[in-house]
């Protein structure tokens, strides 16, 4: 069974669903281009997004639970990517599994119980907000290829209720690949967030 820290299993358990930031997360002047809108920290993680899944999985697969990682299948295979990236608009289950020890942690693998989350449509641009627990991300999904596109956002804790711009504070900003893994499976994979892990997963499937 996956392992919980028992401060993180009680405030997931008492939060609720955060309000949804007033202003958007990657202003709308960065166009549609993710490459014009994101940090050149971030670009980096995203340019050496595949070492740090090879840490990651390195890292699991000579602890207690590598059996996890054969059970999610496609979800944890860096190239499992199927053409149809974008995630249609609605409320998804997300479920978030960190991999890697980082040096705030002292576990490398952590799957947290499922929570809502929304793709939402508008202006033209596809925006991703998780609604609950306690590390929120929000932000908007941007185009790339056939096979993924790229998310910039930020991370909203605790009880926060709005979303710091993303460029404000480099602790918070994320970047991730989203990609399609499955018949109505998507997941998005942030490389070395600043947070406990060397890859966060995130698993989408949509809410019925």
């Not at 299993?9 to 008492?14: F, I, R, Y």
């Not at 590598?66 to 990236?85: K, N, V």
């Not at 609950?132 to 209720?161: H, K, S, W, Y």
């Not at 499976?185 to 490389?191: D, E, K």
Request: with cysteine; charged share 25%; aromatic share 6%.
């Amino acid at each position: 069974m996956a392992r919980l820290p028992l401060c993180l299993m009680v405030l997931a358990a008492a939060g609720g669903t955060a309000a949804a930031a007033r202003e958007e997360v990657v202003p709308a002047s960065a166009g549609s281009d993710w490459r014009s809108a994101a940090t050149q920290h971030d670009r980096g993680r995203l340019r050496h997004w595949r070492d740090a899944w090879a840490d990651a999985l390195a890292q699991v697969g000579r602890g207690p639970d590598a059996a996890e990682i054969a059970r999610g299948g496609a979800l944890f295979e860096p190239d499992a990517a199927l053409p149809g990236a974008e995630p249609p608009p609605g409320d998804y289950h997300c479920r978030t599994v960190k991999l890697g020890r980082a040096e705030r942690s002292t576990l490398d693998y952590v799957a947290y119980p499922a929570s809502r989350c929304r793709i939402a449509r508008a202006a033209g641009r596809l925006h991703f907000t998780v609604l609950a627990g306690v590390q929120r991300r929000a932000g908007t999904i941007f185009p790339d290829n056939g096979r993924r596109m790229i998310f910039l956002g930020t991370l909203m804790l605790g009880d926060e209720t709005r979303a710091l711009r993303y460029g404000r504070d480099r602790e918070r900003d994320l970047i991730g690949l989203v990609e399609r893994v499955g018949p109505e499976r998507w997941r998005i994979a942030f490389p070395r967030p600043h947070y406990e892990s060397l890859l966060d997963v995130i698993e989408l499937v949509p809410r019925r």
